[in-house]
Each structure stands twice: as C-alpha cells, then as structure tokens.
C-alpha cells in the first residue's frame, strides 16, 4: 500500500481499483477527481475553477496480483472541515462503482483540529477504571436480547464483582420489551453501581442508546442520571456524525463504537478498508473504544487485518487521542493471555457468549481479569 | 432470486451466499440467523428462548453460478418497529461477513405501519408541482461547488423559467464559502419563488440539508422559513434514521434523497442490493423522490439493475406512498424521450451536467420539458 504523506490543507484519500492496465487505472482515478468534486463535464466552469477544485490524481501505484492504488487528493475548500463532507469527497458518489475501494485516508490538519476525537482515549479510559500499570483492559457484554432487564443486571452484576473494566449492552439490546431502554439502563447501572461499591471496584457500564435519532437527546440524559460513565453507540447504523455530536457535546461521556451495519470486510473489491473506517474515520469522529471482529472468532478475519487496526486506533493523528482496539466476535476467555501477548496491553478485550457459556461464570470472569493483571508489561507496578 | 412472501408478524430477509455447497450454505444460514438474533453459542439460554427467538432458515436455494439465496427470518420480538433495529436485524453484523449480500426484504405489517413513508409520494409530489396528465417528472441539479450563491441562483432561475419541476443542490454543496448554507438557500429559493412569479410555474427548490446533525432542526426551519417545499438529504451519509425523523417530524417537507455514500452497487457479493436499499429502506424510510445512478451516464449499471429499483418503488408496500425514481448521473438531456419510453411516467428524470454544458441552457431545458409533457400517457389530458 502507499503510504501517503499529509499534504498541507489536503485530503488524501488511496483507492484500490481493479483494473486491467496502468492507462486504464489512470482514466478511472481521473473520473474519480471529477466525480467527488465538480462532477460537471470539463468546459462547464472556468479553467480557474478546474484548477483549484477538480480533485488531483497524485500518483498510480500498480500492485502485484489486483490492479493498482490512485492516491488523489482534495482541496481543503471542497472538504470543508466538516465531518460527512469528508467523508463525502472521500468516498461519495464513488462507492457506487464497482471495483473501487478506499484503502488509505490522510486528513490534513484543519480537519483534525475540527474534529472531537475521543474525549478521554486509551489513558483517560485506565483512569476512569482505575486500570494501573498499563495492563490491557477487559469488557464483557450483557445479552442476549429476550433476558428480562433484571436478568441482565444479575449478569452484570457478576461481571462487576469479577472486577472486569468495562460492560457493555448487546448491540440487539434497544428498547424491546423484556429489557426496555429506560429500565434496563437504571437497573444495570444500579446492579454495576452496587457491585462496585462491595467490590472497591470502579466498572463502567455502557449502555446502547442506538435508536431513534429523536430520542437520543433525552437517552443520553437518562445515562448520565444513572451515573454510567460512557454509552455504546452504533455509528454505521446511526450515523457517523451522531458519534461525532455525542463526543463533541456537552455530556461528559466515553463512546464505545460498534461496527454493526459497517458494511466492511478484509479483501473486497468495494467499501471502506476495516483499518480507515475504524483506525481513523471512528476514532476521529470520537470512539473511545472499537469494537471490531477479531480473528479465530466467529468471522473470517486475518489476524494482520486486526493488527492494521489497532495500528491505526494507536498510531499518531494530530492532537487527537489514541482509542482503545476492542477485538470481539467470538473470543474465547481461555485465550485471553495469547491475544495480549499478540496484541499488546493497550488493547481492550471484548468477551461475550464464551463468558456466558461456563457454569462459573464468576470464576471464568475473575481468570480472565487475572490474564489481564498478568500481562502488565513488565517493569511496570501493577 | 426467490420472491419471498410476507409472512405475518416476520422480517424476511434473503441473503446471497457464494458457497461451493448446499450444506455450505445452510452452515451459513444457520450462523446467520444465531448471529442476528442471540448471538450467543447454543445452550447459553433456554431451549424455550431459542425457540421464540433465533432467526429462522426457511429455506435455501441453489442459483446458477453463484451460489445460494439463503431466505431467513425473524419474529417481531427481536426486530421491533424501529428502523435502526430493523435494518440490524437485516443486515447488522453480517455485514462484516464476506460473500453474505441482502438480496430481498420483506417488512411485516407491523414494521410498514410504524415507518412513515413518503409524505407526500409521486402522486403528492405532482399535486406540489402541478405536473398534469400523470407525466413524468424533471428535475435539475444546481452545481459545482466552487460558485458563489449569486451563481447558483442564477442557474436556479432559468431552470426554473424553463420549466421543470424539481431544483436540487449538488450534494456537494453544504456550507462552503463561496456559497454557505443559509446564504444559498435563501437567494436561491428567492430566485426560485420569483421564476414562477414570472411563468405561473410552481418549480419545488430542495435544497441540500446534508451537515452536522446539531444543525439539521435549525436548517429545516431556514428552509420552512424561505418557502421551499422540500429538502435534499443524504441518508447513508446522515444514517438512515435522520431520513425518517424528518419524515415523521412536524415540518411538511417533501424528501428527495441522495446516493452518496451508500456502498451499493449491481452484482457485487457483499452489501445491500440496490433494488432493496433504495427501494424498501429508503423508501419505507421516508423518501419521496429516490436518486439512483441511471444505466449510459457516469457510472456501469445495468439498465436492468435501474428497473428493479423502479419496480420496487412503485409496489405495494402496505399503506405507504410510492416514491418517484429519479434516475441521474449523467443522463444526457437529448436520451430523455427514450428513458421516458423505457421507464414510464413515473419517474422523475434528473439532469445536471448534461444541461449546464450548454451554450443555451434556458433553450435545452424548455425541450427537456417538452419532452416530459411529450411523454404524458396517450388518452390522459395533458
């Protein structure tokens, strides 16, 4: 892949088409920087206007099996600094065409200052949990969907007492009627609330507000009255700029983001590289914490992809925090220690069914808070 | 592709799966339906939740080349009637899943009434703009970014003296300098309101609402406050929900919306097909007037692929309206009788670089216009 420079006040976005020859790769990457610009036939406007807005095919790189990469970039007068138009110039009328694919995205500076980030990142989060010495973080989530909202609670509550940092709603989990929003939020709380109390502990429960963008306001107020420190938010079903409203809005909370709906996957021909979506377009528009599918789970996902990720979530982008990589989709707790030891601590485990499968439910949560205890990185005071 | 009949109280949901086998295939069916539902192993929760809640294999069938159509549904329990739940349910997770594609979609009565819909439909839409004799429909796009909103007003006012019945901004046009949001919508609106002063015509101007969702409310009533009839948004881009929380909102605005963004296309193997984005979601959504990228312009669609989606927004689909297909870029001014043919009167044709190209835009409009009242069904008085 190219590894494009940021350019002074420029969007540079790398597509991946699949093309024949190198002349054709060019005329594809030309039709590109018309279409997510001045998408008028040249003549329409002035040369002048041609010059300063058409997007600008900076290179063609050609790849070893599967065509080529066309870097092109875009004016900052045509992004704006605004959220959805970046992503609109980036990859706008262009993802119906088949064969092209957004593999890399470097924002330039302006849009990076405009954009929130995650309001706390990795280390805000280790203190909002209380998660010494560096060591990796642990989340379990609460499902599934038909469990009555005191039923969730207990879990939770088991979940807490184990020590783990983080618990999560199960994305399915909205406003049904076992476990409606409102109840289900004050009762989970409550639960994680109570068992933090017993504990010393200081577990964050995130809620899932996805749901009608007219009720966010009034869920999200409900969350901060029932003392949870963050929210889950779906933001390829919602919508990318919701995420981006919650981290730049008043309410002081942490955004776990989950990438149901996002319509991405390793090795295809179209969409949104996993890395770019997740690495820099979630994390820019305020995740705290990624949840994507890990592999050796449910999905087919190599682990290089995973890795592509988590280097994004904790590579340096402007003044923006780092986010914490929350690999999930089937982890089992048992393998905990060898996913921190491939991934690193600064990396949140996200551990759901396998959790939820054991007799012992405490006892296999507790293990896997030691597994985390255990892979402080060495020379560092737990 | 299997027509799925609507089944009482279910969400039928049809995936195309590239699969060497049938057993292949059911494996992944079966996976499917757990993982939009419980989404935890087999034996977490009882055999009686299992049974009311996992999604459904009614059945499977082989297709030619490419695999197998995989129909399965699921109960009104996990879906609920709201939108995001909805289309999570559809398509959520396994969209991270390569060689998974929705392929069809039948919502339950209970989802068709709790969604609003177009508010005012294709037939609304020619009462709005007093288009007589059931002919189709013309609309013209404002554009390039990059031109001041003087500039665009006066390109809005001869479209309008010509005749036609829709304006839309570019959606590339959002708040830029040259011409800001606010600024843009009331010159032009006024340019507008002033062309059918002059004619009599009843031109609707929609402009693009598309922006940070913080600013949608103050944005729809600027566009209230300056007399337009309707708004240009883009859904994939703003999310789906945004769509429908202006459908079901208090300002009576018409809803044009706009592709971009939306990762679609004909015979890829993962994604939403077209026909069932644009045509049930968008639709049911709340969308009058539905854009698409037409076969012969810009982008390689098969004329085909352009059908389904008009067939699809113009079906049944319990009490709510159906939408005007607007097929667009690039479709050459002269080829408008010969779309009008193919595609019937109940389109909206969508014009825009075709017509700026022109030495004598004022003069190319008006015989587009010609050709739409041409095109008024024989026997209907036009």
């Given at each position: 892949m190219i590894?494009?420079?940021?350019?002074?006040?420029?969007?540079?976005?790398?597509y991946?088409?699949?093309?024949?020859?190198?002349?054709a790769?060019?005329?594809?990457?030309?039709?590109?920087?018309?279409?997510?610009?001045?998408?008028v036939?040249?003549?329409v406007?002035?040369?002048?206007l041609?010059g300063?807005?058409?997007g600008?095919?900076?290179?063609?790189?050609p790849?070893?099996?599967?065509g080529f990469?066309?870097?092109v970039?875009y004016g900052?007068?045509?992004?704006?600094t605004?959220?959805?138009?970046?992503?609109?110039v980036a990859?706008g009328?262009?993802?119906l065409?088949?064969?092209?694919r957004l593999v890399?995205?470097?924002l330039p500076d302006e849009?990076?200052?405009?954009?929130?980030?995650p309001?706390?990142?990795?280390?805000?989060?280790r203190?909002?949990?209380?998660?010494?010495?560096?060591?990796?973080?642990?989340?379990?989530?609460i499902?599934?969907i038909?469990?009555?909202?005191?039923?969730?609670?207990?879990?939770a509550?088991?979940f807490a007492r184990a020590?783990?940092?983080?618990?999560?709603?199960?994305h399915g989990?909205?406003?049904q009627?076992?476990a409606p929003?409102?109840?289900?939020?004050?009762v989970?709380?409550?639960a994680v609330?109570?068992?933090?109390?017993?504990?010393?502990?200081?577990t964050?429960?995130f809620?899932n507000?996805?749901g009608?963008?007219?009720?966010?306001?009034s869920?999200?107020?409900?969350?901060?009255?029932t003392?949870?420190?963050?929210?889950?938010?779906?933001?390829s079903?919602?919508?990318?700029?919701?995420?981006r409203s919650?981290?730049?809005?008043?309410?002081?909370?942490?955004?776990?983001a989950?990438?149901?709906?996002?319509q991405?996957?390793?090795?295809?021909?179209?969409?949104?590289?996993?890395e770019?979506?997740?690495?820099?377009?979630?994390?820019?528009a305020?995740?705290?914490?990624?949840?994507?599918?890990?592999a050796g789970g449910?999905?087919?996902?190599?682990?290089?992809q995973?890795?592509?990720i988590?280097?994004?979530?904790?590579?340096?982008?402007?003044?923006?925090?780092?986010?914490?990589?929350?690999?999930?989709?089937?982890?089992?707790?048992?393998?905990?220690?060898?996913?921190?030891?491939?991934?690193?601590?600064?990396?949140m485990?996200?551990?759901g069914?396998?959790?939820?499968?054991?007799?012992?439910?405490?006892g296999a949560t507790?293990?896997?808070?030691?597994?985390?205890v255990a892979a402080?990185?060495?020379?560092?005071?737990?």
């Amino acid at each position: 892949m190219i590894e494009p420079q940021q350019q002074p006040g420029r969007l540079v976005a790398t597509y991946r088409l699949r093309c024949p020859t190198y002349d054709a790769a060019k005329e594809v990457a030309r039709d590109i920087a018309r279409e997510q610009t001045l998408e008028v036939p040249p003549g329409v406007v002035s040369a002048e206007l041609e010059g300063r807005l058409l997007g600008r095919v900076d290179g063609i790189t050609p790849r070893a099996a599967d065509g080529f990469d066309a870097q092109v970039s875009y004016g900052l007068e045509v992004t704006g600094t605004e959220l959805l138009q970046v992503v609109n110039v980036a990859y706008g009328n262009v993802s119906l065409m088949n064969d092209v694919r957004l593999v890399d995205l470097s924002l330039p500076d302006e849009v990076l200052e405009a954009l929130p980030g995650p309001r706390y990142g990795l280390e805000g989060l280790r203190d909002m949990v209380g998660a010494r010495g560096g060591r990796p973080l642990i989340s379990a989530a609460i499902k599934p969907i038909g469990r009555t909202y005191e039923e969730l609670a207990g879990v939770a509550a088991t979940f807490a007492r184990a020590g783990v940092d983080a618990i999560k709603d199960d994305h399915g989990l909205v406003d049904q009627s076992p476990a409606p929003f409102l109840e289900r939020v004050t009762v989970v709380a409550n639960a994680v609330a109570e068992a933090n109390a017993e504990t010393g502990g200081r577990t964050a429960y995130f809620p899932n507000v996805t749901g009608p963008v007219d009720q966010l306001g009034s869920r999200l107020d409900h969350v901060i009255a029932t003392g949870c420190p963050g929210v889950m938010v779906c933001p390829s079903l919602m919508g990318l700029d919701v995420m981006r409203s919650i981290a730049s809005g008043p309410r002081p909370l942490a955004i776990m983001a989950h990438p149901t709906h996002s319509q991405t996957g390793p090795c295809r021909t179209e969409g949104i590289a996993p890395e770019v979506l997740y690495g820099t377009l979630y994390r820019a528009a305020g995740a705290d914490i990624v949840i994507y599918v890990n592999a050796g789970g449910r999905f087919a996902w190599p682990v290089e992809q995973c890795e592509a990720i988590n280097a994004r979530l904790r590579a340096p982008l402007g003044r923006i925090r780092t986010a914490a990589p929350a690999p999930a989709g089937g982890v089992k707790d048992a393998d905990a220690g060898s996913w921190f030891e491939r991934y690193g601590p600064d990396t949140m485990l996200l551990i759901g069914g396998s959790l939820l499968a054991q007799q012992d439910i405490l006892g296999a949560t507790r293990r896997l808070v030691e597994a985390a205890v255990a892979a402080t990185p060495v020379g560092v005071q737990p």
